[in-house]
Each structure stands twice: as C-alpha cells, then as structure tokens.
C-alpha cells in the first residue's frame, strides 16, 4: 500500500502528463518490482515514472520541478548499490528508451538511455566493433557511462565514459541540450564521469573501436596459492601493453574445465585475462599465465565479445541478491598488502561475494572524462552479496573487515562510483568526496559545481554519487 506522501506526488504528477497516457506507479504497491539489488535497505522511491520516450521525461522533470521533488534515474537496467531507486525520490524509468542505431561508416552507435549492456553487445555482434562494456547484462549503458564505467576492455578502451561522443540531456531546469565537441564541449567532458549530476541523459552517442574478438584465459588458484594468483596478474599487466586487461577475484572457485571437483566452492583465486592484440602478441603475453604451475585450472581461446558475456554472466546475478559494497582506488600494492586482503578474503560469507583487483593504467590514463582514479595503478571493490537477509549480517561484518584493510592503501575519500553502496556513500548529496577529483587533468570541482548550479538549481538530481555539490570548493 503506498503511503500518503507517494498518493499525492503520484496524484499531482498525473495532471502534467496525462495528454501523454503516463500513470506514475507508487512504489509501495506490491505489484511494482524494484530493480534495485535485492534485499538493498531503504531504496524505494515514492514514485516511479516509466518513460516511452524524451517527451515523457521533460514532462516529468517539469513536474518533478513544480513540485520541488527530487529526481532518480533508473537507466534501463538495475543498479547493485541502489542508486538508480532512490528513497525519496521520483524515480524516472527509462527501460522504454531502448533505440540502438549502429552507424559503420561513422564508426558509432547511438543508444537510448534505457538500453541495457547485454542488448547492445548482441546489436554490435559480427558488426566488427566492440565497447568496454559491463559484464552484467541487466546493467543500463547510460548509468555505466555516465558514472566511468568498467569492462573487460579496460586497459584497450579505458572507462565506457570515455567513449561518449554526443549525448542528449534534459537538464534539471527542464531544457533538452544537444551536447557534443562543437556545441558544448565542457559540458561533455562533464558528462564522462559525472553525468547524473545534471540531469536525465535520454541518448548517448558513443564510438566503439574495430575489435572482432580477443583471446581470453580463465585462471583458477586453490586457497593456500590465492596470494600468488593475485600476484602474478598484477605482475602480468605490469609487463604487458594496453591490449591486455587482467581482473583478480577472491571467491568462492566455480566448476571449470580441469578444475579438481574438490576445489569448487572453496574459497581462490578466478583470474580472467582479456588480450585484444594480435595473435603472437597475444600468446608472448599470456605464456606465463597458461603455463604457470600453481594454476588448478587454465581455460583458453578465442572468444567474441557476446561470447564472453555468455561465459561470465552466471557470476554476475546482483539482481537476485542484497549488495554490500565498498570500493576505492590505490596507487600501489606491495607483497604484505597482497597478503593482508587475502587473508581477510579467504572466509567467505558465502559462494556469491567477492573480493577485486583490477589494473588500471593504459587507455584510462589517458583519456579525458572526468570518472574520479584515472591515474590510479589499481581499482580494488569488495562485493558482498547474499541471498536470505539472515546472511546480512555476516556479510556486511566480511565487508567491513576488507575495508580495514583496504583504509591502508586507498586513496583518501576516493570510491568507485559503479561499487558505492548507499550505506557506505550515505545518503542524498553524499558524493564520493572531493579527493576523488583534486588530480590528474579532468575538469576541477569548481567547473563541475558550476555546470551543477547551471543545468540543475534547484538541485533535482542529488542522488548520482559523484561529486559534492556544496557552493563551497576553497
């Protein structure tokens, strides 16, 4: 049953947009699914609005705007930490906004902000061409882009953010911009990382690059050889080039080719390294890897992007479980820090959470958004799922015993904006900390603030954990 606040947003709302057939949903009602993880505490929006196309949303942001109501935006797909569903909120749903457009000639592809990762690998299959995209198909585009964004061509393509070459943006003040180089340059690098700031993003123009397929290879390492797995991707991607992306998981080990059946659902380390370079390459910079004698399991070939997707998905269901995160960046990470995570690694609270490492550097070093660790050698996310709320509990106490130990190599108030829990960000106009965007060349907080106070006054959009928006920036 909705409450008496939801009735009445949902009741006012309605006179803005029924000439357009739109019934804004109480969230409340039982019948309405969140998309939020499940089991994530205090996500529920009072109204969600499902969006058919950019006319719905400027009239639901003019409305929103009248009634001094805040403003979520789900991007078509599910947010793990609760930040496309915020309490509170007018949730706009954009899951209608599904045009995907791939213009080879131009070498681009237009998306709609509701369309999903797994539906634009599949539109961009066999065309030749291939986006860093999130693993999790479910994942909306537009919220990975808009926040950075990670996939498994990190290091090739750097942040999905990055790739961003025109968007359309209905802004806090209720004006559609068209935003690319020519007309609003500053703008468009702003989107690259802080997007949600500003308003609700309804097309993304982004360009993808001429990869076909890759090599991958999936390592397993038993409990008593984690350290060493985790060492030996680290160690792999810092004598490799761009086209290698490595990823490092401390979890529960899934049934692989080879892998002693013993071995699955014990606590390890599930290395997968993606090589986008030529074959020779390719083989030079994996050697160590598939003959590498401590490995329980080594699964290789050459594998499309959609093929990929396939194969790792079953890892990823956030949707069916509560989510615990905490996330930062590190510039280094020596033997005892390797050491010290896998030891609070290794008692998982159960088979779904998890403990990363990814090496950054190459393609995100240089690009020019603005998403907050570009110049970070490492990205490191702790991942606590579970499936009864009885696991809560635990979970959340494994969560918090990493995060000591990660306080001991992060970055000062520096979180990753894709693996920010509502709890650890807190919430409203929370931010990931001013830290996050002192360095390196994107733009400063004060030119951020200012497109704020410019396309959003009257601070609709304050759930996007990105930057703080205080008037303050001495």
């Given at each position: 049953m909705a409450d008496r606040r939801s009735q009445g947003i949902a009741g006012r709302i309605p006179a803005s947009l029924t000439d357009r057939g739109i019934a804004p949903e109480a969230i409340q009602d039982p019948a309405v699914p969140s998309r939020a993880a499940a089991g994530t505490p205090d996500t529920a929006p009072l109204v969600r609005v499902r969006c058919r196309d950019e006319s719905d949303v400027l009239a639901a942001i003019t409305a929103c705007a009248g009634l001094g109501v805040p403003i979520s935006v789900l991007g078509g797909g599910y947010s793990p930490g609760a930040l496309?569903?915020?309490?509170?909120?007018?949730?706009?749903?954009?899951?209608g906004l599904d045009r995907i457009e791939v213009d080879p000639e131009a070498r681009t592809v237009t998306v709609g902000g509701g369309v999903t990762a797994?539906?634009?690998?599949?539109?961009?299959?066999?065309?030749?061409?291939?986006?860093?995209?999130?693993?999790?198909?479910?994942?909306?585009?537009?919220?990975?882009?808009?926040?950075?964004?990670?996939?498994?061509?990190?290091?090739?393509?750097?942040?999905?953010?990055?790739?961003?070459?025109?968007?359309?943006?209905?802004?806090?003040?209720?004006?559609?911009?068209?935003?690319?180089?020519?007309?609003?340059?500053?703008?468009?690098?702003?989107?690259?990382?802080?997007?949600?700031?500003?308003?609700?993003?309804?097309?993304?123009?982004?360009?993808?690059?001429?990869?076909?397929?890759?090599?991958?290879?999936?390592?397993?390492?038993?409990?008593?050889?984690?350290?060493?797995?985790?060492?030996l991707v680290l160690d792999l991607a810092a004598g490799a080039g761009d086209d290698l992306t490595a990823v490092a998981f401390v979890r529960a080990l899934p049934p692989l080719p080879g892998l002693d059946p013993a071995l699955v659902g014990g606590a390890g380390v599930l290395a997968l390294l993606v090589h986008a370079g030529e074959a020779g390459v390719a083989e030079r910079d994996l050697g160590p890897a598939t003959l590498h004698p401590r490995a329980a399991a080594v699964v290789a070939g050459r594998l499309t992007p959609l093929q990929l997707r396939e194969r790792l998905e079953p890892a990823?269901?956030?949707?069916?479980?509560?989510?615990?995160?905490?996330?930062?960046?590190?510039?280094?990470l020596g033997d005892g820090?390797?050491?010290?995570?896998?030891?609070?690694?290794?008692?998982?609270?159960?088979?779904?959470?998890?403990?990363?490492?990814?090496?950054?550097?190459?393609?995100?070093?240089?690009?020019?958004?603005?998403?907050?660790?570009?110049?970070?050698?490492?990205?490191?996310?702790?991942?606590?799922?579970?499936?009864?709320?009885?696991?809560?509990?635990?979970?959340?106490?494994?969560?918090?015993?990493?995060?000591?130990?990660?306080?001991?190599?992060?970055?000062?108030?520096?979180?990753?904006?894709g693996f920010v829990s509502r709890d650890e960000a807190g919430s409203g106009n929370a931010g990931l900390g001013d830290a996050a965007y002192a360095a390196g060349d994107g733009p400063a907080l004060p030119i951020l603030r200012e497109l704020k106070n410019r396309h959003d006054p009257h601070r609709l959009f304050t759930t996007a954990l990105t930057f703080t928006t205080d008037q303050e920036h001495a």
């Open positions: 496309g569903e915020a309490a509170g909120t007018v949730c706009l749903d954009l899951a797994g539906a634009l690998d599949r539109a961009l299959d066999g065309t030749g061409f291939a986006l860093n995209l999130p693993v999790p198909s479910r994942i909306g585009v537009a919220g990975a882009a808009l926040s950075g964004g990670v996939g498994v061509l990190l290091r090739r393509l750097g942040f999905i953010g990055d790739r961003i070459v025109a968007a359309r943006l209905v802004d806090g003040t209720g004006t559609v911009r068209q935003v690319d180089e020519r007309r609003d340059p500053e703008l468009l690098r702003a989107l690259r990382g802080g997007g949600g700031n500003f308003g609700a993003v309804t097309e993304l123009t982004l360009a993808p690059a001429p990869i076909r397929d890759f090599h991958v290879v999936q390592l397993a390492f038993a409990a008593d050889h984690a350290a060493e797995g985790l060492s990823f269901p956030f949707e069916r479980f509560g989510a615990h995160f905490r996330s930062g960046f590190a510039d280094r820090d390797i050491e010290a995570f896998v030891d609070a690694a290794a008692p998982l609270p159960g088979p779904h959470s998890a403990f990363e490492i990814v090496p950054l550097g190459g393609a995100v070093r240089r690009g020019e958004g603005c998403a907050p660790g570009r110049d970070a050698a490492f990205m490191i996310n702790v991942m606590g799922l579970w499936v009864e709320p009885e696991e809560a509990a635990a979970t959340r106490e494994w969560a918090a015993g990493l995060d000591r130990v990660l306080a001991a190599v992060r970055r000062d108030e520096a979180r990753v904006p």
